[in-house]
């Protein structure tokens, strides 16, 4: 057996196995213990109730996969609101270990596991290309906690008028992230009001076949509608647009969307550097950012490109982040004017927005014969 990967104080990491398959359980089990992986418990989907799982706050990572997706969306929001530790959701099904493909989805796998609870000594370090940038790697509750399911939105200010269909668009927010993006942006979302005259588009690291189900959770109590990106729609106040992570979006001289089919240039989909210029090259200084949690430095490059076009530049706080390697990094260059936790950049949000709509009143009424 390999050398035990160990976590930061030493101890072997504790793993919880779940999926609606014995097979895909057996395999999954097999091939972490292999790599010296502890595992906690290895259970049927069916079987996990809210109150077993309260059971297994020690573990210190989750691998799901799960063959029927109607089990997937209502499992990963519990796991969600019950555990702060890393959940490994959208990974591909094992293959049989006689199949060819078995040893690519092991180092998958490992490499996310790699990512999620710390350095797996046995495992040879692998190119940027090669990192796995599954969302649900890291559905990560942070320490400030998650507004309740049932919590309330911040009410809209009476000074900020209600966003309406065909209102001219004046602002645009870029939600970015990466490793523990997901959760914070959820936190974000979540106390947002309706009708927020913003048009948010969400650029999110993660793998293609994960991206319906975080939709969903995500969705699931924001006041805002998130949609999928589609050819020939328009950026809208108070929606909230998905990057695809698996083709390059841009927008035509008319401010439609235009999707290329083609992937996004570099090792990560999507590109936040090319979301973040392709946007600001349409719309200029209408388009602001708020970095969230992630790993490496996408952003980096292009952040201070829409700085100076006065583009507000937002970032996580480090300490309530998953991985604070991205938005640090994007710090680093110096164009970061506010970083708090998802709920202080929420309050900070709609405090920019009333003093805006404050000051272009006054404008307004001095200008006024």
């Not at 209600?162 to 490793?179: E, F, H």
């Not at 991205?326 to 998802?342: K, W």
């Amino acid at each position: 057996m390999a050398a035990r990967p160990v976590t930061s104080d030493g101890s072997v990491p504790l793993i919880g196995v779940v999926s609606d398959t014995p097979l895909q359980r057996h395999l999954i089990e097999h091939a972490l213990r292999n790599k010296g992986y502890s595992i906690a418990v290895n259970i049927d989907s069916n079987k996990l109730s809210q109150d077993r799982l309260k059971n297994y706050q020690h573990v210190a990572a989750w691998v799901v996969i799960i063959e029927d997706e109607t089990q997937g969306d209502p499992l990963l929001e519990q796991m969600m609101d019950t555990f702060d530790a890393p959940v490994l959701y959208g990974l591909d099904a094992a293959p049989s270990r006689q199949h060819e493909e078995y040893p690519r989805w092991e180092r998958r796998l490992l490499q996310k596991l790699h990512d999620a609870v710390g350095p797996l000594p046995t495992v040879p370090e692998v190119a940027p290309s090669q990192v796995a940038t599954l969302a649900g790697s890291r559905f990560t509750i942070g320490t400030e906690g998650r507004p309740a399911a049932n919590s309330s939105s911040i009410p809209l200010s009476h000074h900020v008028p209600p966003a309406a269909p065909g209102d001219p668009l004046t602002r645009i927010y870029l939600l970015v992230a990466s490793l523990g993006g997901p959760d914070a942006v959820k936190r974000f979302l979540d106390l947002l009001p309706a009708a927020l005259p913003v048009a948010f588009l969400y650029a999110q690291h993660i793998d293609p076949e994960a991206a319906e189900v975080l939709l969903r959770v995500l969705g699931r109590h924001a006041r805002l509608p998130l949609k999928r990106a589609q050819v020939g729609a328009r950026l809208q106040h108070g929606e909230v647009i998905f990057v695809p992570p698996d083709q390059e979006l841009d927008f035509d001289d008319d401010g439609a969307i235009t999707l290329s089919g083609k992937p996004w240039p570099g090792p990560y989909g999507p590109s936040i550097d090319r979301v973040m210029m392709n946007t600001a090259n349409r719309f200029q200084d209408a388009v602001n950012v708020i970095v969230f949690s992630g790993m490496g430095c996408d952003g980096a490059v292009a952040a201070p490109i829409l700085k100076a076009y006065g583009s507000h530049v937002w970032a996580q706080d480090s300490a309530g982040c998953a991985s604070s390697a991205m938005p640090d990094a994007i710090a680093e260059r110096g164009v970061v004017s506010f970083r708090g936790s998802p709920e202080a950049l929420a309050k900070k949000l709609l405090q920019t927005i009333e003093l805006e709509e404050i000051t272009k009143r006054r404008t307004q009424n001095h200008a006024q014969p």
